[in-house]
Every structure is written in structure tokens, then in C-alpha cells.
């Protein structure tokens, strides 16, 4: 599996991470090749993000995509899913965590840049700032007024986790691993700890990290 | 079913609305009882909420619960969950549902106050400032702030609209219909137009309105 990489070894994409975290979850053995921003384009296929996963039979481009393949190959192993509207509400769940991406990102985009090599740097400052029509020190001003308006959007997640242990209900589903990329690739930065004063969202993350620890701890592949 | 309603008959709550389309999803006939804030404590039963829903053989006072029962009591008609997943995930739908209904209350709140009986509103405002922390003239004070507040909150579901016709995939699920509960609600009440400059909501709530027009046309019951 193609995963993105700072210039230290350390593992950054959430999209990664919710990928090696489904592959985990369907006791899937992998192997990871460090890819930095300015590596993808010379993937084979012509992918344009990562993950990339190398599955001996198909190669594939996206995080979602390899979960509903795993799904499908493993349909004896813990689900992914739960079913069809399962797999519907999980988009949902992807654009929840598209969303909440963006505004994670906002506080900890300096901190990524200053992680990455000089070269993958130009690259990242100008495709961000494209992104976010500001330079990237406009987009990391006002640090609390970002956190803050993060606090607010993981509500609905705080209110979930109130009724169940899981997004999933009992068990974890792709919709946690999808979540709990985000709160790794945080956590790796180093940048903002997300996690600080939400005693549910923590519980939750533990309990992940009760099952997943082993495919967590490896922050440097 | 015990439905809440304005002074002038108009049926307000998007709970309700949410288990009235989920009813008209399961093809089950229901008649309404307009009910008011007040009211709610005199059905028999001891709810604090509704909707209240008499099936005969058992009542229910929450929409999600009826939701459940009508998938149980109907499996062969459309599906409101579509399987284990579908029922998990759509608790997340849920709390990203009662987020929503919080700041979209914000700017809405004064109408609902005003559309209400005398007695009614002295309930309202009692129950409703103790809520907030605030008067309902404070809640509703910078309408372009809660309204851009709610517009940043619909992200998610205007990303995956882009993707799937219905949050339920390719068909409406229960999870369409709680979110459908409160654009339908604030048609009724008719303070803010949360569709306005919204195409992809509208187009989607366009959709709904064709297959439960007849219930969603039902705006005093």
C-alpha cells in the first residue's frame, strides 16, 4: 500500500490510516511503501490520491472503494458494512469526515508543512493555498477560532456516542475507521490535540485502540 | 399519532414529520391528533415528547423507535434501515439531525413562539430560554449569523448528494426522512427558507416531495 509520508517516516493521511485500519479489521496482513505528496503522480495507474493498494488481482485508489472490496472478499469476517443501507450511510460518514477534515486541517497545516521535505513543501503551499484561496499562514490564523468551530462539528459524533459505543452500534464499522483516521493523522502531526477535553470522544478512540493498537503504533509504517 | 401543531393547526414538529414519512414509506395509513406543547403531558402513557403513536397493539413515543417497529412489522416493504448497518448508522444520522434542528431553531424560534396560543407560549419561552442559556429574543438576535452557521452545517449532506440521490443510496431511507422532518418543518413555519441558494437540498427534498407529496402536503394534519 502506497501511504503518505512526512519527511521523517511518519505515516500523515487520514485516508490512509482508515484504510490500514479496515485492512486490520479483516486481519488482512499488508505492507506499506512510503509515498510523499510529490511521489503519487509516478504511481502506476495514474491514481491521484492515496491510499494505493496493491491487491495482487486489482489496484485500488481510495480508502471506501478497498473497504467494499474487503467486504466483498471477506464476507466471513467481521463486517465492514452491515449491509446495504450500512454502505449508503457510510458515504454519509465519508462526507461528515470530508468535512471535519477541512476544518481540522486548518490548525495544523503549518505544522504539516514543516514536517514534509523542501521539495514536497513548494508543492504542498501551492496546492493548499489553491485549495483554501489563502496563503497558508491566513489559513492557520486565529488557531482557537478553528478548534473551536471543530469542537462544534463533531456535536452530532459526541451525541451519537452518548447511545452506543461505536458509530457502528456495538461493534466498529468503516464509519468509525473513516473517524478515528482523522484523530490518528492528528495525533501524528502533533500540531492540535483533538481529542483534549472530549472524555466520550477519548473513550471512544481507546476502545479502538483496545482492538486496532498494534496497525496504530505504527505511526512510522 | 399525537402530532404537534400551532395554534392555527399547522403541525410543526420535524420528529413528527419524520414519523409521518416514515408511515407513508411503509404504506401504513395513520390518522393525527393536533396535540400542543402543553397537551404532551396529558397523553396516556406518561411521554414527554412526540410523536406518541398508538399501533394497537403497542405505542410508541419516538420516531426512530417507530421507525424500527415498522421495519420489523413490514420487512417486505421498502426498507426504512436496509440491515444492521443501516440501523447504526442512522443513529448518526439522528444526532447529526438534532444538531441541525438546534441552529436551525435559532432563527425560527420567535415564529414558532408567535404561531402558538397564549397559553402555549408562556410553556415555550419558559422551556425554551432555559435551553439556551438566553431569551428567545437573544436566540434569535443575528439571523445571517445562525443562518450561515446552519448553511456550514449542511456541508456534509451537500457532499454526498453530490455522489447518491438519497442519503439512503439510490432509494430513501429512514435517515432521508429525519433530515426531510427539518426542511419540512421550516416550510411550516416559513420564518427562513433553508433551501434558498441550496440546488443539490433542493433538488433532493425535490425528490422526496414525489414520492410523499400527499403526506408532506398534509400541513395541518
Redesign the interface.
Known amino acids: 500500500m502506497h501511504d503518505l509520508t512526512l519527511a521523517d517516516g511518519r505515516r500523515l493521511s487520514p485516508w490512509c490510516w482508515a484504510a490500514k485500519l479496515a485492512l486490520a479489521h479483516k486481519d488482512v496482513a499488508f505492507e506499506t511503501i512510503p509515498t510523499r505528496f510529490i511521489d503519487i503522480p509516478k504511481i502506476e495507474g495514474g491514481f491521484k490520491t492515496v491510499p494505493v493498494v496493491d491487491l495482487g488481482e486489482a489496484t485500488v485508489g481510495d480508502s471506501f472503494e478497498l473497504a467494499l472490496k474487503l467486504e466483498t472478499d471477506y464476507p466471513d469476517r467481521p463486517?465492514l458494512?452491515?449491509?446495504?443501507?450500512?454502505?449508503?450511510?457510510?458515504?454519509?460518514?465519508?462526507?461528515?469526515a470530508?468535512?471535519l477534515l477541512g476544518k481540522m486541517s486548518r490548525a495544523m497545516v503549518l505544522a504539516i508543512h514543516d514536517g514534509l521535505d523542501e521539495e514536497t513543501q513548494g508543492y504542498f503551499r501551492t496546492s493548499r493555498e489553491k485549495m483554501f484561496k489563502a496563503t497558508l499562514e491566513e489559513v492557520a490564523a486565529e488557531p482557537e477560532k478553528n478548534i473551536a468551530a471543530v469542537k462544534d462539528?463533531l456535536?452530532?459524533?459526541r451525541?451519537?456516542l452518548r447511545?452506543?459505543p461505536?458509530?457502528?452500534?456495538e461493534t466498529p464499522?468503516f464509519?468509525d475507521l473513516m473517524v478515528a483516521g482523522l484523530f490518528q493523522w492528528a495525533r501524528v502531526v502533533g500540531a492540535v490535540d483533538y481529542l483534549a477535553g472530549e472524555d466520550r470522544l477519548a473513550e471512544w478512540f481507546a476502545r479502538l485502540e483496545a482492538r486496532y493498537g498494534e496497525t496504530l503504533a505504527r505511526t512510522n509504517g
Chains 1, 2 share one sequence.
Open positions: 463486517p458494512f452491515a449491509g446495504e443501507g450500512g454502505v449508503a450511510l457510510s458515504r454519509f460518514v465519508q462526507a461528515q470530508s468535512f462539528a456535536t452530532p459524533i451525541i451519537l447511545s452506543q461505536f458509530l457502528g452500534g464499522l464509519a
